[in-house]
């Protein structure tokens, strides 16, 4: 899919789609409970109550720059929680070259979090070792997001993350660590969204009048728009996940901002009594 903010272009390209399985993630959201908010169907929800959910890129091409937000989750990977996420073998990398932007063509990639799926693809195998999957790109990360997951070494998969798909493109001396204000070209800056994880920022898009935001995981799905509570499990701090998710879903509800979600299509957020909805 692709969508215009002003001039510029914002391409998904999709690494894997999921219909429910869901409940290790958003366990509130239940089959009866998603069902009962209407509007998710048929854009976010089958009939049948489950969560539609892709794990995705997103290339923004500015004028000048060709900009990849979040990098999924690569293949050949091991170590993860998930069961299916090792050892994949999937064809992103060709998806991405035939939607126009092979991996030299990448001017900057830019990571929203440092978790599992949003950074498979920064490395990719190359004779057993792992090397920058965009080589000519800069790799912009939170600092203290950064400084935070370097210092994790508690569980198996969060050190095989770290190992192998952020150690080497530093190490290669690709990644600048920027702060949450970071400004990334003339249409493109962070903005903070704490709470998913340490240092969580979104994307905002600014062009020709237009706007756009880029969520990252402020959530991972629409029904957290009518249920501002559901926390993911996966959530740094639940308490301050609900709370940004009310203060950016309030500040954009009603306006054109075009809000293009991490796990989710495009579409614009609009009150709904005490919560908000998304409209595609």
């Known amino acids: 899919m692709q969508w215009n903010v002003g001039a510029l272009a914002v391409t998904q390209v999709v690494e894997l789609e999921t219909v429910g399985g869901t409940r290790f993630i958003l366990p509130q959201a239940s089959r009866e409970e998603v069902r009962a908010i209407d509007w998710l169907y048929p854009h976010f929800a089958d009939e049948n109550g489950r969560l539609k959910l892709s794990i995705h890129s997103l290339v923004v091409e500015t004028p000048t720059r060709r900009i990849l937000v979040d990098t999924g989750l690569g293949n050949d990977k091991q170590d993860r929680d998930v069961p299916t996420w090792n050892f994949r073998q999937g064809t992103f990398l060709e998806d991405l070259a035939a939607a126009g932007y092979p991996p030299e063509s990448i001017d900057i990639v830019l990571c929203t979090h440092l978790h599992v799926d949003h950074v498979g693809w920064n490395t ?6 792992w090397v920058p999957t965009f080589p000519k790109a800069r790799y912009l990360m939170h600092r203290a997001e950064f ?6 070494r508690e569980g198996k998969a969060q050190i095989a993350v770290f190992e192998d798909s952020i150690r080497p ?7 600048d660590l920027v702060e949450s204000d970071h400004r990334v070209c003339a249409e493109m800056n962070l903005i903070p969204t704490p709470g998913h994880s340490p240092g969580h920022v979104s994307v905002e898009l600014r062009s020709g009048g237009e706007q756009a935001l880029l969520t990252g995981d402020v959530l991972h799905h629409p029904c957290q728009m009518a249920h ?5 499990t996966v959530d740094f701090d639940a308490a301050q996940s609900t709370r940004t998710r009310e203060e950016v879903f309030s500040r954009l509800a009603g306006t054109q901002t075009l809000v293009i979600g991490a796990h989710f299509p495009a579409g614009r957020i609009f009150r709904d009594g005490a919560a908000f909805r998304l409209e595609v």
Request: net charge neutral.
């Open 124 to 129: 990719m195998l190359v004779d057993r070792r």
């Open 147 to 152: 400084e935070y997951w370097r210092g994790r």
């Open 169 to 175: 493109v530093a190490e290669a001396g690709l990644v």
């Open 228 to 232: 501002l509570d559901w926390a993911s």
